[in-house]
């Protein structure tokens, strides 16, 4: 009874019934017990009163009813959606006004968001950057200390002294009102059950007691994929299921703390490569022209007869079925959906982990993608005297990055590729246009 009831009603204070607990925890009561069937029936199960069970029910019932925001007279102000006056729209900022405007002011409180992109992309540079500016001031942050929650490598400490000293705004700051790695507060979760419990349990407590307005997960998936992708785990429908069970209970915890303490929750996310056939479809399902597929029957080209332009671009599909998730997935995953021609070069196509099933309970999913750039092949000249190209090894010179906003309540999606940055000592930094047309 006592474990359910924390996990059903976490904020119900449950001392004025702490005599009825242990005798529902012998008797093997659980809240649904409670809620369904008859009370007399249950005082005589675990040997308790019947009027305080009542009470208990009640107040069961009324913890219930405020947290999905409805039951009472007081409570029927929607919270969700209060006065205009009263709403402040404070973001944390990237320290970039590039990137900033790409994420219309920067990362919005109250929102679950989603930092995916493969390794190397800029993933933890972007987290670390956004947990020194919770702490500033409006317009730029939100006043606040920060939580970084670990699940693979422990917190750069080193790079964040590094932005400290570096950064032109941070540095530029009196130290009355520049962060401090003091109001960083940061834990491992080393597996799933011990981060189960801290995001249930400790994490609201934490939040409360040290004003903390920004929580970091680095990552999400790491400890998913150690517990059902291991040697000797569980495969098949049923693993999976219990996965995506538990990543629905993950998503809507973390949605409803973001929104009752009005918190930035982001979640680092990492990505597999998609494989796709080779075939591909072109159809252009918007376009007024009659097709070979027409009621009309097929229409051949007569000598003299002009080209009529398309009125739509034609669109490469992945599957026959435009409804297909292979083809629908290149919208909300980040990658995809873009055409070959548009940028003279081809993408490699990521998949985020978790699945759909994740993609469901995030409110904003930020994309960064990586590209290499090569150095130039020089010519080299044969024994004949001719000059030709070398075709051995390419050496990667460096890598070009971008930020991509894929969906978000706040801000529009990114076109194109994204706003590219570049990761220096002191930060990172978008690039300019024209020197990113000139690369």
């Given at each position: 009874?006592?474990?359910?009831?924390?996990?059903?009603?976490?904020?119900?204070?449950?001392?004025?019934?702490?005599?009825?607990?242990?005798?529902?925890?012998?008797?093997?009561?659980?809240?649904?017990?409670?809620?369904?069937?008859?009370?007399?029936?249950?005082?005589?199960?675990?040997?308790?009163?019947?009027?305080?069970?009542?009470?208990?029910?009640?107040?069961?019932?009324?913890?219930?009813?405020?947290?999905?925001?409805?039951?009472?007279?007081?409570?029927?102000?929607?919270?969700?959606?209060?006065?205009?006056?009263?709403?402040?729209?404070?973001?944390?900022?990237?320290?970039?006004?590039?990137?900033?405007?790409?994420?219309?002011?920067?990362?919005?409180?109250?929102?679950?968001?989603?930092?995916?992109?493969?390794?190397?992309?800029?993933?933890?540079?972007?987290?670390?950057?956004?947990?020194?500016?919770?702490?500033?001031?409006?317009?730029?942050?939100?006043?606040?200390?920060?939580?970084?929650?670990?699940?693979?490598?422990?917190?750069?400490?080193?790079?964040?002294?590094?932005?400290?000293?570096?950064?032109?705004?941070?540095?530029?700051?009196?130290?009355?009102?520049?962060?401090?790695?003091?109001?960083?507060?940061?834990?491992?979760?080393?597996?799933?059950?011990?981060?189960?419990?801290?995001?249930?349990?400790?994490?609201?407590?934490?939040?409360?007691?040290?004003?903390?307005?920004?929580?970091?997960?680095?990552?999400?998936?790491?400890?998913?994929?150690?517990?059902?992708?291991?040697?000797?785990?569980?495969?098949?429908?049923?693993?999976?299921?219990?996965?995506?069970?538990?990543?629905?209970?993950?998503?809507?915890?973390?949605?409803?703390?973001?929104?009752?303490?009005?918190?930035?929750?982001?979640?680092?996310?990492?990505?597999?490569?998609?494989?796709?056939?080779?075939?591909?479809?072109?159809?252009?399902?918007?376009?007024?022209?009659?097709?070979?597929?027409?009621?009309?029957?097929?229409?051949?080209?007569?000598?003299?007869?002009?080209?009529?332009?398309?009125?739509?671009?034609?669109?490469?599909?992945?599957?026959?079925?435009?409804?297909?998730?292979?083809?629908?997935?290149?919208?909300?995953?980040?990658?995809?959906?873009?055409?070959?021609?548009?940028?003279?070069?081809?993408?490699?196509?990521?998949?985020?982990?978790?699945?759909?099933?994740?993609?469901?309970?995030?409110?904003?999913?930020?994309?960064?993608?990586?590209?290499?750039?090569?150095?130039?092949?020089?010519l080299v000249a044969t024994t004949n005297g001719q000059d030709a190209w070398n075709d051995g090894e390419k050496e990667i010179v460096k890598w070009r990055r971008w930020l991509k906003v894929v969906f978000a309540p706040w801000a529009a999606p990114t076109d194109a590729v994204g706003v590219e940055f570049e990761i220096l000592g002191a930060g990172i930094r978008h690039v300019a246009r024209e020197a990113s047309?000139?690369?």
């Open positions: 009874m006592t474990v359910d009831l924390l996990q059903a009603c976490p904020d119900l204070d449950t001392r004025p019934f702490s005599h009825l607990l242990p005798s529902l925890d012998k008797a093997l009561v659980t809240t649904n017990d409670l809620l369904t069937l008859d009370a007399q029936d249950v005082a005589k199960r675990a040997q308790v009163p019947a009027q305080d069970l009542k009470k208990l029910a009640d107040a069961i019932l009324v913890a219930l009813h405020r947290d999905l925001g409805f039951g009472l007279e007081e409570d029927q102000s929607n919270t969700l959606l209060p006065p205009a006056g009263d709403v402040a729209w404070n973001t944390i900022s990237t320290l970039d006004e590039g990137l900033d405007a790409a994420l219309g002011g920067g990362i919005l409180p109250g929102y679950l968001v989603e930092v995916t992109g493969e390794s190397g992309a800029g993933k933890t540079q972007l987290l670390l950057t956004l947990l020194l500016s919770s702490q500033l001031p409006p317009p730029r942050g939100i006043s606040t200390s920060a939580l970084y929650i670990s699940t693979e490598a422990p917190l750069a400490t080193t790079r964040l002294t590094q932005l400290l000293a570096t950064n032109a705004y941070l540095s530029s700051l009196p130290a009355v009102e520049k962060p401090s790695l003091d109001r960083i507060l940061s834990i491992q979760t080393p597996d799933l059950e011990s981060q189960d419990h801290i995001l249930r349990y400790q994490l609201p407590v934490a939040i409360r007691k040290h004003g903390i307005g920004l929580v970091i997960i680095d990552s999400v998936a790491a400890n998913y994929r150690a517990e059902f992708e291991r040697a000797g785990a569980r495969a098949g429908a049923t693993a999976m299921a219990r996965r995506g069970a538990e990543l629905v209970q993950l998503g809507a915890m973390l949605r409803q703390l973001a929104r009752n303490e009005n918190i930035a929750i982001v979640v680092a996310n990492q990505v597999g490569d998609r494989f796709t056939t080779n075939s591909s479809f072109t159809s252009n399902p918007t376009s007024r022209n009659p097709s070979h597929n027409s009621q009309n029957g097929d229409i051949k080209e007569k000598p003299g007869m002009p080209n009529v332009p398309s009125e739509e671009p034609e669109v490469t599909l992945i599957s026959p079925d435009p409804l297909a998730l292979d083809h629908q997935q290149r919208w909300f995953t980040g990658w995809g959906d873009i055409q070959p021609s548009s940028n003279g070069r081809t993408q490699n196509l990521k998949t985020p982990s978790l699945g759909l099933v994740w993609a469901n309970q995030i409110s904003s999913r930020l994309a960064l993608t990586k590209e290499p750039v090569y150095n130039t092949q020089p047309a000139d690369q």
